[in-house]
């Protein structure tokens, strides 16, 4: 038995809509994002300015009961010591941004679609991108999220409709040939391999 005809691969039209679809619904976050990046990097930027000119302007001349040479050492490494407390200060701030903006993207992630968006992407996307769309919808019991059409559009570039459709040849193979076979040659089953 041959299988059925298979769907027409999903077009760049169909990868079109559904990034400005996922654009419309992100763009918020996307822009909340870039400008709390730019307003703390502006901040931090002056900071850290002040931060070297102040450790420039130490004198270290009141510590001279350690000896010269003690007070020459610490004029000499002073200013790695504070691009150093500089570079653990921009790691960290760099730690939490990278966190706020994971933080915010899972939200978005898990944003409900609202039903005219969904109907306009029934209406307008191909049934092979359709399909790739009902299977990234994991949980049918669940409204569509942001995160499943951003599944949907990772996986309509990755190529899934062609594999959806070469399992269903592959299941529709596998369920003719275990009755087209004689019983006693048929190979057993992998639980009898213990």
Not at 28 to 51: C, H
Not at 98 to 112: A, E, G, P
Request: include cysteine; charge should be neutral; hydrophobic fraction near 45%.
């Amino acid at each position: 038995m041959k299988p059925t005809t298979s769907l027409q691969q999903p077009t760049r039209q169909d990868q079109s809509l559904l990034r400005n679809t996922l654009l419309k619904l992100t763009a918020t976050q996307k822009i909340i994002s870039v400008v709390v990046i730019a307003v703390v990097a502006l901040v931090w930027y002056n900071l850290l300015n002040r931060l070297i000119a102040f450790g420039q302007g130490i004198d270290y001349s009141g510590l001279s009961a350690l000896g010269v040479e003690a007070v020459a050492l610490l004029q000499q490494y002073n200013p790695f010591f504070w691009w150093g407390v500089v570079l653990l200060c921009t790691l960290i701030i760099a730690y939490f941004l990278y966190s706020f903006v994971q933080s915010t993207r899972q939200s978005v992630r898990s944003k409900l679609v609202d039903e005219p968006t969904v109907a306009m992407l029934a209406d307008e996307l191909s049934e092979s991108a359709l399909e790739v769309l009902r299977w990234a919808w994991n949980d049918q019991r669940q409204p569509i999220s942001v995160g499943d059409l951003q599944l949907a559009a990772a996986e309509l570039r990755s190529g899934r409709a062609g594999k959806i459709e070469l399992a269903r040849s592959h299941a529709a193979l596998l369920s003719v040939a275990p009755a087209s076979a004689p019983v006693d040659e048929r190979l057993p089953s992998p639980q009898n391999y213990g």
